[in-house]
């Protein structure tokens, strides 16, 4: 089973931006896509942004394109989410998820994804 490890969060002032990654584990990634979902405190889950690891497809929920851009890097296995003109109401527990392909789509997307790493706190400061 594929084991993810996110990172790359902290303190950033209101306006920063901020570049989280997720690293896959798995050998071989074909087929898989990473998402990213955030949840603060009090508040439910939300999904932000997949991809496809190998094919980079992407897809985005909601307004979640303004401000945030999702990479992937086939060859480092990894996601990375960058998101720039950060608001307080960014402040939250971001977690990326995997699964095959068909998790990242508008239809399933929302709804999760199988496999969870642990979150990285974001912070933003006013």
């Known amino acids: 089973e594929v084991q993810l490890q996110a990172s790359g969060g902290g303190l950033v002032e209101a306006g920063g931006s901020l570049s989280l990654s997720c690293a896959a584990s798995e050998s071989r990634l074909d087929g898989y896509a990473i998402g990213w979902f955030r949840q603060a405190p009090g508040e439910e889950r939300k999904a932000l942004a997949c991809i496809s690891i190998i094919s980079s497809v992407s897809y985005y929920e909601d307004s979640m394109r303004d401000r945030f851009a999702i990479a992937s890097d086939a060859t480092k296995k990894t996601v990375y989410l960058q998101i720039g003109s950060l608001k307080p109401a960014d402040t939250a527990v971001y977690y990326c998820?995997?699964?095959?392909?068909?998790?990242?789509?508008?239809?399933?997307?929302?709804?999760?994804?199988?496999?969870w790493g642990k979150g990285t706190q974001v912070t933003v400061s006013s």
């Open positions: 998820a995997a699964g095959p392909d068909h998790y990242c789509s508008a239809s399933r997307f929302n709804h999760g994804m199988p496999t």
